[in-house]
């Protein structure tokens, strides 16, 4: 990602590094479905020995066909990693970039590492079609270069809080869940499914273009830090919606999410309020 912002022209690095994260989002999001056709019919270890070959072609693609980037400093590797500290001290706008979008990863990591387990005992649906709902949420990841335009247009700061905001709602509509029959349920789940995809990932691109602006000469370093952030909202996510499913079921997982979008909502609009 920050190789597509280093190339890309300043008037349009929002709505290039769009275009990268629709192909990284949807990919990840029909892995989803692949993985869960794939582990029905033939096994997971199946799915684990296509992703290392696939892992392995994409190297090896990457390392004929991408440029060669000059370092941007010449120091030790012990030093960047020490200036990791400085820049998470010194910009601001980062730790509540990073902030933001980590809550919004709990959200969703909460979702959808519950998603197969509600599917499978509310519906008794399996893991193909459990799977299947990651088109749901690539469709909403294909609006990525759109926000990246909307960021270039009127200010990443914008598009992060209608994002966070889309997310928010998307998830409180699953608390209707219980009042609709099971065809209207289904139809609802893929529909929040499809809008919160869509804030996580309008966010986290106007994110990116937001940090990346900081300091040019250490994008590298700004989205290491962005997404150790976005990594550990999601394994925390993970963690914490089992325990709400086990514990609260299924509106436990709902709350916890809504929770978590309102609260990267609150840190967005703490933002603007603090830049004013």
Same mark, same amino acid.
């Given at each position: 990602?920050?190789?597509?912002?280093?190339?890309?022209?300043?008037?349009?690095?929002?709505?290039?590094?769009?275009?990268?994260?629709?192909?990284?989002?949807?990919?990840?999001?029909?892995?989803?479905?692949?993985?869960?056709?794939?582990?029905?019919?033939?096994?997971?270890?199946?799915?684990?020995?296509?992703?290392?070959?696939?892992?392995?072609?994409?190297?090896?693609?990457?390392?004929?066909?991408?440029?060669?980037?000059?370092?941007?400093?010449?120091?030790?590797?012990?030093?960047?990693?020490?200036?990791?500290?400085?820049?998470?001290?010194?910009?601001?706008?980062?730790?509540?970039?990073?902030?933001?979008?980590?809550?919004?990863?709990?959200?969703?990591?909460?979702?959808?590492?519950?998603?197969?387990?509600?599917?499978?005992?509310?519906?008794?649906?399996?893991?193909?079609?459990?799977?299947?709902?990651?088109? @749901?949420?690539?469709?909403? &990841?294909? =609006? *990525?270069? /759109? %926000?990246?335009? $909307? !960021?270039? +247009?009127?200010?990443?700061?914008?598009?992060?809080?209608?994002?966070?905001?889309?997310?928010?709602?998307?998830?409180?509509?699953?608390?209707?869940?219980?009042?609709?029959?099971?065809?209207?349920?289904?139809?609802?789940?893929?529909?929040?499914?499809?809008?919160?995809?869509?804030?996580?990932?309008?966010?986290?691109?106007?994110?990116?273009?937001?940090?990346?602006?900081?300091?040019?000469?250490?994008?590298?370093?700004?989205?290491?830090?962005?997404?150790?952030?976005?990594?550990?909202?999601?394994?925390?996510?993970?963690?914490?919606?089992?325990?709400?499913?086990?514990?609260?079921?299924?509106?436990?997982?709902? @709350?916890?999410?809504?929770? &978590?979008? =309102? *609260?990267? /909502? %609150?840190?967005? $609009? !703490?933002? +603007?309020?603090?830049?004013?």
């Amino acid at each position: 990602m920050p190789a597509s912002a280093a190339l890309a022209p300043e008037r349009s690095r929002g709505k290039t590094v769009g275009t990268v994260m629709t192909g990284l989002l949807v990919g990840i999001l029909l892995s989803r479905v692949v993985s869960g056709v794939v582990a029905e019919y033939f096994g997971w270890r199946t799915m684990y020995m296509i992703a290392a070959l696939a892992v392995l072609l994409i190297t090896l693609t990457l390392w004929r066909v991408l440029p060669r980037f000059a370092p941007g400093t010449s120091v030790s590797y012990p030093r960047l990693l020490l200036s990791l500290v400085h820049l998470w001290r010194h910009h601001q706008t980062l730790r509540r970039a990073a902030l933001a979008q980590g809550l919004l990863s709990v959200g969703f990591s909460a979702f959808w590492s519950t998603l197969a387990l509600m599917l499978s005992d509310r519906f008794h649906l399996d893991s193909a079609v459990a799977g299947a709902f990651g088109l @749901a949420g690539a469709a909403g &990841a294909m =609006a *990525a270069p /759109l %926000a990246g335009s $909307f !960021a270039d +247009r009127i200010g990443p700061a914008r598009v992060t809080q209608a994002g966070a905001a889309l997310v928010t709602i998307s998830f409180a509509l699953m608390f209707l869940l219980p009042l609709l029959p099971m065809p209207a349920q289904l139809a609802l789940i893929v529909l929040c499914t499809i809008g919160f995809d869509l804030g996580v990932q309008a966010t986290l691109v106007a994110h990116q273009t937001l940090v990346y602006g900081l300091a040019p000469e250490a994008r590298s370093r700004l989205n290491a830090l962005l997404f150790t952030v976005v990594f550990i909202g999601m394994a925390t996510g993970a963690a914490l919606g089992s325990l709400a499913l086990a514990h609260w079921g299924w509106n436990g997982v709902v @709350a916890l999410s809504t929770l &978590a979008g =309102a *609260a990267a /909502l %609150a840190v967005r $609009f !703490a933002s +603007r309020h603090l830049k004013n």
